[in-house]
């Protein structure tokens, strides 16, 4: 279970990207947040798993504060939330199996993974995660040579590596084409009703939102304007989230 | 109607008047600088100058590497010195081979003859003289005259009869040079190639020793990876603290372990024995101690168990280490005995084993230290979140002062060895109540809570170093070096080393600083800690300009080696010097030959590799 309570965060140059935003996400959910480009997603995602440190308000993981977490706790919650990004965030010039194991970093010993080596069963471990997301003959290629839906596999490959109770998809197929979006956004899917991982992924179609998300929340201008049922989104609904002027497609 | 443009510039006489001024005011930099670096074409053109210049031209077109072996055979012809009764008949000489022939063949003293010879090697020179007496062989010359063989091999000169009337015949030798066999290659030549290797080997120490050590810099001096870095006053002080603190401790430990493999210094079948065990020994000690993944956290008895296993094994590590340097010294000791022409080999395990015997126990000591540091570091952090703000003040205040006073004592000890003031006013009461002082404020007006960013306090101060050094000029380094270590090749690699670790390590830094933040970011959302994303996140990425700006740095480094020896540093510049002083510029010639070979080649092999790996 994952509580957010009166997050708010300003950024150094005095964006306010979150404005006193509060919401749960109960254990196993498919989470979507939606809003516009700049509303304050990425900022959001960021804030659970401290990449970015928020400036006010709590959040609560199985009832301990991540927000007052040392680093070295930090290591230990972060090993359990995987994060999957729109530019997929692999590290071009390592193999994939490499961009694998790095999600174990959080759990070998650092002097051994310094050497890059790890236990067997990671090993057995990584092969496997590259199987389900159906990429295993790619394991040895540099990262680079793949396409832009194979990284991204490899990119949730990396996030299920960290046995994840949660994991955070920022705009997972914004990059993607249509077809390979779905394709994405099935593994996704399969993760949180299969594995009973909670799932909370930004999204911009709502189409999407529709298709695949249990919730969805609603950001704009950092405020949580929407929250509730997919089905809930009516036009005046999607005028607050979207603005005035938006044209609904999807 | 066209509206005027605002920003139209317009012209006016003040414009103009100003344009002018610059101009004047350029012409006078211009004057002013001829002036002063003394341009004078008179120079050029002075009678003198141009012979010289001609001259040296000529030395510096004819470099100093090939010479043949000389014969120098004499040819004589017969000759009377007042002619005798019978008109001074000689005999016809054989013209077979070179020969020599004198007209007339008869004269009085003080009279001039012909001396003329015939297939000789054209091109060649050699003495003309009288020999007195009727034996051609006798030691006894007259005269000074030279012949040169025209490209026929002929030759003709003309010589004055000495007084030394006699009825016997006298004779006429010219003793001629000539090249035999294949070119050799003369001592010039040798030694210039002796001194390019160590100039290439100079450059090739310089830039791995540079590469090593500026790799880990790069990362401190690079403002992404440090801005993150902050943590808490308490835990700065203490492991400002355990820095000379554990550099100390770990110094005399690990001499003493030195001290404990003494008494087996000399035995080779125990220095191996050690060689072999120690790693194996170290490698089960730390599997054991640091397991390779672990979800649960361990008891307490078992990590009290563990870091002292871990204790262990480093010292055993470490007395491996000092084996290792005596197997090394001792063999090398037996290399340079026996291995005849192959004894540069025992020398470098020698060197070797003598370096790691001195590097290991400051090995020891920084390691100690930065151990230490990083775990009381870590403990100031975890006190400094547990306790409550009173506790932690109270914290701040004591250590701080203390870290602050112990790094200005140090810094006044410092003072004291190089300056020797004498007066503890200066050196050690003075600095120690400043930085307790200064630690004391600090602690004040932090708020208990806060962070501080030791990231970037590390950040400047790494980069304000590294750019003071970077100005100073790898020959001013030299200079310094020679003065430290003497004259030789060993002061070139360190003052060519420490330049390109402070070059490369801001060339590097800025890579890291514009690497992509998103791999970065992916990684640390792992879980993985500074290190592991470093390793996993930052050198994949840097991986190809580092190579780069490797070899860039080799061909600065090459040509750098090859002046470094002007002032002392070792490598070719030396002879260059030498020889250009001495007005040996055939000798000179061939040095600048070989460097030019030399750059131009590396030049080469380094483009073609970059164009291969980058
Ligand atoms: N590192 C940063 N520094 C300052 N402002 C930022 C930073 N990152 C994002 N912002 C600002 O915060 C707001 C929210 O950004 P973001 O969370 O990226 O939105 P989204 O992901 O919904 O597009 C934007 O106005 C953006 O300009
Ligand atoms: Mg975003």
């Not at chain 1, 995602?45 to 301990?64: F, H």
């Not at chain 1, 994991?167 to 996704?188: G, N, R, T």
């Not at chain 1, 304007?225 to 938006?246: C, H, M, N, Q, T």
């Not at chain 2, 006798?138 to 004055?160: Q, R, Y």
């Amino acid at each position: 279970m994952l509580q957010v309570k009166n997050l708010t965060k300003i950024y150094d140059g005095g964006v306010k990207a979150l404005n006193n935003v509060t919401f749960d996400a109960p254990k196993g959910q498919f989470l979507a947040v939606i809003g516009l480009s700049g509303s304050g997603k990425s900022t959001l995602l960021r804030c659970i798993n401290r990449l970015i440190d928020p400036t006010e308000g709590q959040i609560l993981w199985n009832g301990e504060d991540i927000t007052a977490a040392n680093p070295e706790e930090m290591r230990r919650i972060r090993r359990k939330i995987g994060m999957v990004f729109q530019h997929f965030n692999l590290v071009h010039r390592s193999k994939v199996l490499t961009n694998v194991l790095a999600g174990r970093l959080g759990y070998v010993n650092p002097a051994w993974s310094l050497l890059n080596r790890f236990p067997k069963e990671d090993m057995a471990k990584a092969l496997q995660q590259l199987e389900r997301v159906g990429i295993a003959d790619k394991a040895n290629q540099r990262a680079d040579e793949l396409s832009g839906g194979q990284q991204q596999r490899v990119g949730i490959a990396r996030a299920l590596m960290q046995d994840p109770e949660i994991i955070l998809a920022d705009e997972p197929v914004a990059s993607l084409d249509p077809v390979l979006a779905h394709s994405i956004m099935k593994h996704l899917e399969e993760i949180n009703k299969k594995d009973g991982v909670t799932v909370l992924c930004s999204l911009h179609f709502l189409d999407l939102v529709h298709r695949y998300a249990d919730r969805v929340i609603a950001l704009n201008e950092g405020k949580l304007v929407f929250e509730g049922l997919p089905s809930e989104i009516d036009d005046k609904k999607f005028k607050d989230i979207y603005g005035r002027d938006a044209e609904r497609v999807g | 109607m066209k509206e005027p443009n605002k920003n139209e510039k317009k012209s006016s006489p003040w414009k103009s008047l100003g344009t002018g001024l610059a101009v004047l005011a350029g012409l006078i930099v211009y004057a002013y600088g001829f002036q002063i670096t003394k341009i004078d074409l008179e120079q050029l053109r002075s009678e003198r100058r141009q012979e010289s210049l001609v001259r040296v031209t000529r030395a510096l077109a004819q470099p100093d590497i090939f010479e043949y072996e000389q014969v120098a055979e004499a040819f004589t012809a017969p000759v009377y010195v007042t002619c005798p009764a019978d008109g001074g008949i000689v005999e016809a000489p054989d013209t077979s081979g070179p020969y020599v022939t004198v007209t007339p063949s008869c004269a009085e003293p003080g009279e001039m003859v012909t001396v003329e010879g015939f297939k000789f090697v054209p091109n060649s020179s050699g003495p003309v003289r009288f020999v007195p007496g009727s034996d051609p062989t006798n030691v006894v010359e007259l005269g000074n005259d030279t012949a040169t063989t025209d490209a026929d091999g002929s030759f003709a000169v003309a010589i004055k009869l000495p007084k030394r009337p006699s009825d016997e015949v006298q004779f006429i030798r010219v003793t001629m040079r000539r090249n035999v066999g294949t070119p050799q290659f003369t001592q010039t030549a040798r030694d210039t190639w002796n001194k390019i290797i160590e100039t290439v080997f100079l450059a090739l120490l310089a830039t791995t020793l540079g590469t090593i050590l500026a790799i880990p810099l790069s990362f401190i001096a690079a403002r992404n990876l440090m801005k993150s870095v902050r943590s808490p006053l308490t835990s700065i002080s203490l492991s400002l603290l355990g820095w000379p603190l554990g550099i100390a401790v770990g110094y005399l430990l690990v001499s003493w372990v030195g001290t404990l493999s003494a008494p087996f210094a000399e035995n080779i079948p125990v220095n191996v024995l050690f060689v072999v065990l120690t790693p194996i020994l170290a490698s089960l000690g730390l599997r054991w101690a640091l397991p390779e993944e672990e979800t649960s956290k361990p008891n307490k008895t078992t990590q009290i168990l563990r870091l002292i296993v871990l204790f262990i094994t480093v010292l055993v590590a470490f007395y491996g280490l000092f084996q290792l340097a005596h197997l090394a010294i001792n063999v090398g000791l037996l290399g340079i005995a026996g291995l005849g022409s192959l004894a540069f080999l025992g020398n470098f395990l020698f060197q070797l084993g003598d370096i790691i015997a001195i590097t290991t126990p400051v090995l020891g000591g920084l390691a100690t230290g930065s151990a230490l540091s990083s775990f009381l570091g870590r403990t100031g952090q975890r006190a400094s979140e547990r306790l409550a703000p009173s506790a932690i003040r109270l914290l701040n205040i004591l250590f701080a002062t203390l870290a602050g006073a112990t790094l200005f004592g140090l810094f006044g000890w410092l003072v004291e060895w190089l300056y020797q003031i004498g007066q503890s006013v200066y050196v050690l009461w003075g600095p120690l109540i400043v930085g307790g002082l200064l630690g004391l404020v600090i602690a004040l007006i932090t708020k208990p809570k806060d962070t501080l960013s030791t990231g970037m306090v590390i950040y400047y101060v790494t980069r304000t170093i590294l750019n003071g050094l970077r100005s100073v000029e790898a020959l001013v380094m030299a200079i310094v070096f020679v003065i430290a270590v003497g004259i030789g090749p060993f002061a070139g690699v360190m003052a060519l080393g420490l330049h390109t670790i402070v070059s490369l390590a801001k060339l590097y830094s800025e890579q890291v600083e514009s690497i992509q933040p998103g791999p970065l970011e992916a990684i640390q959302a792992t879980g993985a800690n500074r290190l592991q994303t470093i390793i996993y996140a930052v050198i994949p990425q840097i991986v190809p300009p580092y190579i780069s700006y490797t070899m860039y740095r080799w061909d600065i480094n090459v040509r750098m080696s090859t002046i470094i020896g002007f002032v002392g540093g070792g490598g070719i510049g030396f002879l260059l010097q030498q020889n250009i002083n001495l007005l040996n510029y055939r000798a000179a010639s061939a040095q600048m030959l070989a460097i030019a070979i030399v750059v131009a080649s590396m030049d080469y092999i380094s483009s073609m590799l970059r164009e291969k790996y980058v």
